[in-house]
Structures are given as structure tokens and as C-alpha cells.
């Protein structure tokens, strides 16, 4: 059907931005007999390459410059409907398209085989066409996002929050809403770059939560990489999509007088995570051009969602290529039964350049760009640049989430029970609950300060003061610090700090926070912590020199002087000792220090800073320090020289699996104090941490040429998966494994200049310690219980059974 309106007689003007001189072609599109609203219908306009889609509500929303166009409105089961019109003002234009019959032709199957196979095929062959037609492409997106919860989310600079303890039948409502506006560019064989150019989110998000969203979020099911939550998933049309879905077909529609084959289909096993949901393949060119699938439960995350839906369309543009047009993502979830909560993201693609000419050299270690004038877009361009219509919901929660967090938030607002730090606005904070009391052997009860300041002058100054009183030393404690960052975007970093404080021995190879060391000491009577009295003061400047390559250069200046135990006190186990703090090496120590880090990852650069992202690839780095102390130069009490090495390396296996390796090494070239060692990262009594060594006691084991290798490989449960082990394969367990290394020597020089601290025992491994062991646990509690083995070195801790947590 097609009608011609010419709208300089029949509407009104509505004030647009001249400047832009774009106008809104705005309205509904319905079914003509129901008027039921039709969702994520298409619009086109024929002879470009723009276009946009319907929300949920069938309401739609297109940006057009003056001009004659011709506006095609299609969707799924019903006659496209086109409209051609004069554009110099805004223009209400709703369409009614009426449902259309269906003519079959006849396909060719085989003896035996499922006809949905057939067109599966067909469509796999047909997506592999197009993918070798396609080198390069450029588009623009328009994406919003919704959060929903229970209760008003929370947020400052820094980290974002929404309430706990709501029961299920707690009604969800908007509570965060974003927006922004991005071109994207892809050439083969994988480079991809994307720009942020306008970004808006309501006042209770920070600006930085844009990155999230656009084209980083978007799956396009042409092509075979497609990942939910960290899990590779397989394409319902990638290569082996036949070997791990059951296909039928279910009905068969049309548009206009092409046929659709729809074809629902869902994974073989039901312990595969994939998707399940319908295809919409076109008949005779067999091109996916919709798809509506959810995540399978074994793709869901440890259950916390009860839905995961994804639509996306696709439309043919220059070479009868077909690409993505929009993508929609609508979540719910609860996690624990405590926290409810939902969010929908919808994306427009439009305007698409097909294989154009892309310089090589744009394609550079950014992978996203916010532009600086991005986030300064006034109300004005975005009435005038919005390509998915507002519904009545969302502009009452833009309304009451403004309002809300214009009224001045109180201390009580800020404050929690459960917090390191107690935020007094976006930049300032002081201590928090957790950290406003510690207990210690050499200290006692400490009451403990600080006043901390967080990205002033433009995000480029930061500084804190901390300050303490512990009444069995009886003694004062401080320390100030500050740092400032250099350039466009900040990547140079000058830091000062000076302090007068109870240092912790071996703090380096602590892995553990200081509310565990006060519970066993007040519960159990057992500090496993070593302490001495350091002050001076630390200068350093680092900077990136190059975007793989950041260099640095410091100073340092402390005078460290031997602690005692000056308490017994403790809850419970009176009769108990606490164990004699250990002795150092008193004296001055004066260094110079250089440094390196090569990191090859990618960066995303928010306006302000430069993020490094893996982008879920395999990636490693290496970072050095060489550290100097000189008796005659630099007024140090020792000569020696330290150099330490670090390789990181993150490798992704088979579907969602990846082994994780550190490699640390810590060589001297001559004695040096006790306190400068290398221990190895033990564990306390039957806990454990990841990359540590689970039957070394903490800090136990220590020398000045130290090289240790601790990995671990993280199964998740896919071995459960493969093996469908009954009641396993969907218990949503958590399986790692652990192999470490550590070899380690002292040298005779530093034997002998550390006897006190020794006390004759010299605990190595020339011969190195070997350590395998596995972990168990749940996806969703924050515990594993692991299992241990020594296979040399076994006269002591040979087998060790512990419990591990990020918690402690």
C-alpha cells in the first residue's frame, strides 16, 4: 500500500534545532485490525542507508533532514507499508500494516532428515557468503539503557549500589536510566574501533557507566563470536551449530510476498549452555533476518537470572549484505533472593557505509573513545537527536531521580556499618566502621583516622592523611600522602608520600586484611603478623612512554627500628602467649629505583583516563624494578642492589575455562636486611588464597634470590557439563585446580648479617617445592574448600584441607 502525504497543510511545527536541521518522523505502528501495537517493527528509508525500529509500545522515533523521502514500515507476518513525503517540519506518521498470506515452495529434503537441517545449512552457507563480501563497515548507534530495581540506587564516583533484603513480590521501577550516541568501524580481519559522541544518564549514575553500553555490548549472531557473562556460547548458525542444537520448523510467515521460515531450536543436552528461541530465515536466500532467543539455564550465571532475551533484526544494505539494524537485551534477576532487579538495552544501528576505505593507522590501541564534548550535549540535541522515543515511565523517572538527587544527601545517607570508608561527598571520604579499630600484639587497641581526598582539579589530585593512637605502645602514628597525574590523559603519575608507622614484615607476600588478624588475635589469642617501626618518606614518578610501555623512576628514604609484643590481652584462651615479634635488621636504608611494565592490551579512553580492557581475549604483561641502596652516594646504611620480575599471563581454554599464571621473581646481588626479603605467599591455618601456597605457613619461608610460580586453572563446571554427571551437570559448582613452584636460597652475606632475626634457622628450597591441589565451590557463595599436596619436600604440611575466600 502506498499513500503519498504532503504535510505542509496538515500539521503543525514543533521548534527543532536549526542548527542540526533535523525533524522528527514520529509515531506507532499497529496491526490495522487489531490495533495491537506491533514491537520492533522495522522502518527504512529506501535509497539510504538510515532507518530505525519500534520499542515495545510499536512507537517509533526517525531523524530526517529536509528533503523527499520514501519510509518503508515491515515486520514479520504482515504487507510492508510505504509512505513518500516532503520533510520540512516534524511529522506524526503512524502505520498500519496488514497481516499477509503465505505461499510455499517446495523444498528438497533427504530421506531421513529433519527439513528445519535443510535450511540450517542453507543459512550457515549463506551467513559464510556474506561474511567473505564484507572487509569493512561504519555505522552509527543510538543506545538506552534501563535499570530497574526495588529501592533507589546509590552511587558516587567510584561504585555503584542498589538495596538489599526485598522480597520477590517487591514491584520493580526505574531507577537509572542512560543514553548516548556512537559511530562504529570494523575492518577485517578483527580490528574494531567505536566513539562515543554524545552521552547522558540520569543524576544518579556517574558519567563512566556509558562505556558499558553501544557497540561493546552488542552481539551480532553473523558471526561466531558470541559471549554472555564471560562464557563463550555457540551461534545458533556458527559452523558446529548442527552438532550442538535440535532445529524444527515451527511455522512459516511473510513479508510482502517473501517467505519466512521460522525455526525454534534449542540445544541437544540440556546441561550445554546456549540459546533457545526462534530464527527467522528468509525463504530462496536462506539470510537470518530475526532472531528472538533466551539464555538456556546452563548459560545463566549462577542462576540469578530468570530471564535473559535477546531480539535482534537485520536488514541488506550496499551488496546485499545483511546487517545488524537494532539489539535488544531485556534481563531479570534476583541475586540470593535479596537484591531484585532488571535491566533492558536497546540499540539502533543505522546508517551503514559497507566496505569503505579505512585507513590502517585508524585502527590504534584505543578500542573506544569518548569524545571530551561528549557528555556536555544540552537538552536541545537530544530532543532533536533521540532515535528511541521516551515512554511516560521513563520521563516520570528522569523527573523523580533528578529531583531526588538534587536534595543534599546527609551523613546518614553515606554512612554504613559495613564500609572501609564513610563517603562525605564524591571526593571526600574519611575512616569507616571496618577500619576505625584494629588490634595488633605490638600496638594494642588502635583507634585509627584518616581524611582522604579523590580526584579534585579535574580529576588529577589526589591525597590522604592518615593518623592513629594504639594504647600499649602508647604511641602516635601518621602518615600523608599525595599524587598528581600528568597529561591529556593522565597517564604520568607523581607521588609523594611520608609516613611515621607500624609497617607490617613481609606485607608484600600478605595476602590477608587487617580485620582477620584482629579476630584471631582478641579470639584466639594468635597474631601470625610480624611488625617494626618505619618513617621516611617515598617520592616516584611513572608515566607511559609508550602505549604498550610505562617507565618510572623514585626515591626512597625510611629508617626501620625493631617492635615488641607490649600485650596479652585477648578474649578468650588467656593462658596462651602471643609469639615473640620477630627482629630486623635496625638502620637507614636510602635507595633509587627504576621500573617497567609492558601491558599489549587495548585501552578504552573514557575523556579522562586510559583503561586497559582484554576485551575477553588471552593477554599478558611483565612488569620489573631494580631498586639501589648506596653507602657512599646515597648515605645508606648497606650496599646492595634488588631486582624483582613479575610475568602475568591470562589464557582462555575451551568455553569458559582459563588457566591463569604468575610467575615472581626476586633476586639481591649482595647481603641485605631481613625486612627486604622475599617470603613466600603462605596461608594462615586452614585458610587459603588464590596463588599462594596452600602448605606453606605465612611467612615462614623467605630468602633474597626467590623465583615462585603459582597457577591455577579454572574449570568452572564445564567438566561437569561434558561429563553429565547426574545431579552435578546443574549444580552450578565451581572447579579449579592449582599447580605452584617456589625456589628460594639465601645468600651466606645475608645469613650472617641477619643471625638475630634467623635465630640459626635457615628454611630454603634449593631443591624446589612442588604443590598441586584443587578447589570446589558454589557460584554464588564466596567460599571454596580446597585440597592441597606437597609431591617433595613432605616432612611437613604434606596434604592440607582449607577454606578459601576473597572475605577474608
Known amino acids: 500500500?502506498?499513500?503519498?502525504?504532503?504535510?505542509?497543510?496538515?500539521?503543525?511545527?514543533?521548534?527543532?534545532?536549526?542548527?542540526?536541521?533535523?525533524?522528527a518522523i514520529e509515531g506507532t505502528i499497529t496491526d490495522r485490525f487489531t490495533n495491537h501495537p506491533l514491537a520492533f517493527a522495522n522502518i527504512q528509508v529506501m535509497n539510504t542507508s538510515l532507518g530505525t525500529s519500534s520499542n515495545s509500545d510499536g512507537k517509533y522515533l526517525l531523524r530526517l533532514e529536509k528533503g523527499s523521502y520514501k519510509i518503508v514500515a515491515s515486520y514479520i507476518g504482515y504487507k510492508s507499508d510505504t509512505i513518500s513525503l516532503s520533510v520540512n517540519m516534524n511529522l506524526p506518521i503512524n502505520f498500519k500494516l496488514i497481516p499477509t498470506s503465505i505461499n510455499l515452495d517446495e523444498i528438497t529434503v533427504l530421506p531421513k532428515e529433519n527439513p528445519a537441517n535443510a535450511i540450517i545449512k542453507r543459512a550457515i552457507l549463506a551467513k559464510n557468503y556474506r561474511n567473505e563480501k564484507l572487509i569493512s563497515y561504519k555505522f552509527n548507534a543510538y543506545t538506552k539503557g534501563i535499570i530497574k530495581s526495588t529501592k533507589d540506587i546509590s552511587s558516587n564516583s567510584n561504585s555503584i549500589g542498589i538495596g538489599l533484603g526485598v522480597k520477590d513480590t517487591a514491584e520493580l521501577k526505574i531507577t537509572g536510566i542512560l543514553e548516548n550516541e556512537s559511530i562504529g568501524y570494523f575492518q577485517k580481519p578483527n580490528n574494531y574501533k567505536e566513539e562515543i559522541i554524545a552521552q547522558k544518564q540520569s543524576a544518579n549514575f556517574p558519567s563512566s557507566i556509558n562505556m558499558l553500553t553501544g557497540g561493546r555490548i552488542i552481539q551480532n549472531f553473523y558471526s561466531d563470536d558470541i559471549q554472555f557473562f564471560g562464557r563463550e556460547l555457540v551461534s545458533p548458525i556458527a559452523e558446529n551449530a548442527l552438532e550442538y542444537y535440535y532445529y524444527f520448523i515451527k511455522d512459516t510467515l511473510a513479508i510482502d510476498n517473501r517467505n519466512i521460515f521460522q525455526i525454534q531450536f534449542e540445544p541437544d543436552y540440556k546441561s550445554n549452555p546456549g540459546f533457545i528461541g526462534n530464527l527467522f530465515i528468509t525463504d530462496s536466500t536462506f539470510n537470518l533476518i530475526k532472531l528472538d532467543v533466551n539464555l538456556n539455564d546452563a548459560a545463566n550465571p549462577g542462576g540469578i537470572f530468570s530471564r535473559v532475551n535477546i531480539i535482534q533484526q537485520y536488514l541488506p544494505y550496499a551488496n546485499s549484505i545483511y546487517m545488524p539494524i537494532d539489539y535488544r537485551l531485556f534481563v531479570i534477576g534476583n541475586?540470593?533472593?535479596?537484591?531484585?532487579?532488571?535491566?533492558?538495552?536497546?540499540?539502533?544501528?543505522?546508517?551503514?557505509?559497507?566496505?569503505?576505505?579505512?585507513?590502517?593507522?585508524?585502527?590504534?590501541?584505543?578500542?573506544?573513545?569518548?569524545?571530551p564534548e561528549a557528555g556536555k550535549m544540552d537538552s536541545s540535541y537530544w530532543q532533536n537527536n533521540q532515535k528511541i522515543p521516551n515512554s511516560l515511565e521513563e520521563i516520570e523517572a528522569y523527573k523523580r531521580i533528578d529531583s531526588v538527587?538534587?536534595?543534599?544527601?546527609?551523613?546518614?545517607?553515606?554512612?554504613s556499618w559495613l564500609s572501609n570508608y564513610t563517603w562525605l561527598s564524591d571526593n571526600f571520604s574519611t575512616v569507616g566502621t571496618l577500619n576505625f579499630y584494629n588490634f595488633n600484639k605490638v600496638e594494642g587497641h588502635t583507634l585509627n583516622g584518616g581524611i582522604y581526598y579523590y580526584d579534585l582539579l579535574a580529576k588529577r589530585l589526589s591525597s590522604a592523611i592518615d593518623f592513629s593512637y594504639s594504647f600499649s605502645d602508647q604511641k602516635f602514628k601518621s602518615s600523608i600522602s599525595a599524587s598528581y597525574l600528568l597529561g591529556k590523559y593522565r597517564t604520568t603519575e607523581i607521588s609523594f608520600s611520608a609516613f611515621n608507622n607500624l609497617s607490617v614484615l613481609f606485607g608484600e607476600s600478605d595476602?590477608?586484611?587487617?580485620?582477620?588478624?584482629?579476630?584471631?588475635?582478641?579470639?584466639?589469642?594468635?597474631?601470625?603478623?610480624?611488625?617494626?617501626?618505619?618513617?621516611?618518606?617515598?617520592?616516584?614518578?611513572?608515566?607511559?612512554?609508550?602505549?604498550?610501555?610505562?617507565?618510572?623512576?623514585?626515591?626512597?628514604?625510611q629508617t626501620d627500628k625493631n617492635s615488641f609484643v607490649n600485650t596479652e590481652f585477648s578474649f578468650f584462651r588467656k593462658d596462651k602467649f602471643y609469639e615473640p615479634n620477630k627482629l630486623i635488621l635496625e638502620g637507614k636504608t636510602v635507595t633509587f629505583l627504576t621500573?617497567?611494565?609492558?601491558?599489549?592490551?587495548?585501552?578504552?579512553?573514557?575523556?579522562?583516563?586510559?583503561?586497559?580492557?582484554?576485551?575477553?581475549?588471552?593477554?599478558?604483561?611483565?612488569?620489573?624494578?631494580?631498586?639501589?641502596?648506596?653507602?657512599?652516594?646515597?648515605?645508606?646504611?648497606?650496599?646492595?642492589?634488588?631486582?624483582?620480575?613479575?610475568?602475568?599471563?591470562?589464557?582462555?581454554?575451551?568455553?569458559?575455562?582459563?588457566?591463569?599464571?604468575?610467575?615472581?621473581?626476586?633476586?639481591?646481588?649482595?647481603?641485605?636486611?631481613?625486612?627486604?626479603?622475599?617470603?613466600?605467599?603462605?596461608?594462615?591455618?586452614?585458610?587459603?588464597?588464590?596463588?599462594?601456597?596452600?602448605?606453606?605457613?605465612?611467612?615462614?619461608?623467605?630468602?633474597?634470590?626467590?623465583?615462585?610460580?603459582?597457577?591455577?586453572?579454572?574449570?568452572?563446571?564445564?567438566?561437569?557439563?561434558?561429563?553429565?554427571i547426574p545431579f552435578l551437570e546443574n549444580a552450578r559448582l565451581k572447579l579449579d585446580a592449582h599447580f605452584n613452584i617456589a625456589w628460594l636460597s639465601i645468600l651466606d652475606k645475608t645469613k650472617k648479617?641477619?643471625?638475630?632475626?634467623?635465630?640459626?634457622?635457615?628454611?630454603?628450597?634449593?631443591?624446589?617445592?612442588?604443590?598441586?591441589?584443587?578447589?570446589?565451590?558454589?557460584?554464588l557463595i564466596p567460599l571454596k574448600l580446597e585440597f592441597a599436596w606437597r609431591l617433595n619436600h613432605r616432612n611437613e604440611n604434606g596434604f592440607v584441607i582449607g577454606i578459601n575466600s576473597f572475605a577474608f
Open 1 to 23: 500500500m502506498k499513500r503519498v502525504l504532503f504535510g505542509t497543510a496538515l500539521l503543525f511545527l514543533i521548534t527543532t534545532n536549526l542548527i542540526a536541521q533535523q525533524f
Open 335 to 371: 541475586i540470593l533472593g535479596m537484591a531484585k532487579f532488571a535491566f533492558d538495552i536497546e540499540s539502533v544501528l543505522y546508517d551503514y557505509k559497507i566496505n569503505p576505505k579505512i585507513d590502517d593507522n585508524y585502527f590504534d590501541m584505543v578500542v573506544l573513545k569518548i569524545l
Open 405 to 415: 538527587e538534587a536534595i543534599p544527601k546527609t551523613f546518614a545517607d553515606n554512612f
Open 511 to 557: 595476602e590477608y586484611g587487617k580485620l582477620l588478624s584482629t579476630l584471631t588475635s582478641l579470639l584466639i589469642h594468635n597474631d601470625f603478623r610480624n611488625y617494626f617501626y618505619s618513617n621516611g618518606f617515598n617520592f616516584n614518578i611513572t608515566g607511559a612512554v609508550f602505549p604498550i610501555l610505562d617507565l618510572g623512576i623514585g626515591f626512597s628514604n
Open 595 to 724: 621500573n617497567f611494565k609492558l601491558d599489549f592490551r587495548k585501552y578504552i579512553e573514557d575523556g579522562f583516563y586510559r583503561r586497559r580492557t582484554a576485551q575477553g581475549k588471552s593477554f599478558f604483561t611483565i612488569d620489573g624494578e631494580a631498586e639501589f641502596s648506596n653507602k657512599s652516594i646515597l648515605t645508606s646504611t648497606l650496599d646492595f642492589q634488588i631486582y624483582k620480575l613479575n610475568l602475568y599471563v591470562n589464557l582462555n581454554s575451551f568455553k569458559s575455562t582459563k588457566y591463569i599464571l604468575e610467575a615472581k621473581a626476586f633476586y639481591s646481588s649482595d647481603a641485605i636486611p631481613y625486612q627486604f626479603m622475599e617470603a613466600l605467599p603462605g596461608n594462615v591455618s586452614l585458610l587459603g588464597k588464590d596463588f599462594t601456597f596452600r602448605t606453606v605457613n605465612i611467612f615462614s619461608t623467605l630468602g633474597d634470590r626467590v623465583f615462585t610460580l603459582t597457577s591455577q586453572y579454572q574449570f568452572n563446571d564445564e567438566i561437569f557439563k561434558m561429563l553429565r
Open 753 to 779: 648479617l641477619n643471625t638475630i632475626s634467623f635465630q640459626n634457622s635457615f628454611p630454603q628450597f634449593i631443591e624446589p617445592l612442588y604443590e598441586i591441589g584443587f578447589g570446589i565451590g558454589h557460584q
